[in-house]
């Protein structure tokens, strides 16, 4: 258990759904961050917040959208989303955006249908 | 920019054994940051080790060690005593000092398989 947790595990939508993924962490940490790992590819960093402000967002499509209502908390909300979205969604969080560790949540494995 | 490479999709040891996994890295910054992460079967990206660019010992936590060798920009990744429960995926990481250094940039990862 890191402290990080990620609801739903898995997700099935189709290109038409809209959906939320959602991360709570119970570190009282400062920085939350959105990862995805495709099949066989390096994880891409998506976007980074930091006490609640977005830091970070390295050219995401704009259907995926996020959202850091409080420090705790971190969503990301889906729609019209692709195929090749198919991946695995990893939140993290850290003390603070330079801190040197990050603990990651457990992911939400995603397929569009 | 920064790069990671690990060049071992796969790997396998014999219970017990200790196993080298490899890392190399490239980065423009004057320091930086040296991870290694253990991804599970169940998703989880789990912290193992750190290692800075001007520490002078090389880390340990552990059974885990980091064979840290500035001039090739290598940090390999060294698990001693190999465990059934050490089957896993393995990242290296790095996270630079120049702008934007929040980010880690992770390498494509290694599958470690552990025999009984």
């Known amino acids: 258990e890191t402290g990080v947790t990620q609801t739903p595990r898995h997700l099935v939508m189709g290109m038409t759904n809209k959906k939320s993924l959602k991360c709570e962490q119970h570190?009282?940490?400062?920085?939350m961050y959105w990862y995805k790992q495709s099949a066989k590819k390096p994880l891409e960093l998506m976007f980074v917040?930091?006490?609640?402000?977005?830091?970070e967002n390295n050219s995401v499509p704009s259907r995926f959208s996020p959202e850091c209502p409080n420090s705790s908390h971190l969503f990301l909300h889906l729609h019209t989303l692709q195929p090749e979205d198919s991946a695995l969604y990893l939140c993290?969080?850290?003390?603070?955006?330079?801190?040197?560790?990050?603990?990651f949540g457990a992911g939400t494995r995603l397929s569009v249908l | 920019a920064q790069k990671i490479t690990q060049t071992q999709p796969g790997m396998f040891v014999q219970e017990k054994e200790a196993v080298t996994l490899d890392c190399t890295y490239d980065t423009s910054d004057p320091s930086y940051g040296l991870f290694w992460y253990k991804q599970p079967s169940s998703g989880e990206m789990i912290f193992l080790i750190y290692?800075?660019?001007?520490?002078?010992q090389n880390a340990t936590e552990g059974r885990y060690s980091l064979n840290f060798q500035k001039a090739r920009k290598s940090a390999n990744l060294v698990i001693s005593a190999s465990q059934l429960g050490d089957s896993a995926m393995y990242f290296c990481a790095m996270r630079g000092s120049g702008a934007g250094s929040y980010q880690l940039t992770f390498g494509k990862g290694t599958k470690l398989s552990v025999i009984p």
């Open positions: 993290a969080s850290s003390q603070a955006v330079t801190s040197l560790r990050e603990y």
């Open positions: 917040y930091s006490l609640e402000e977005r830091v």
């Open positions: 570190l009282g940490h400062n920085a």
């Open positions: 290692q800075g660019s001007y520490d002078q």
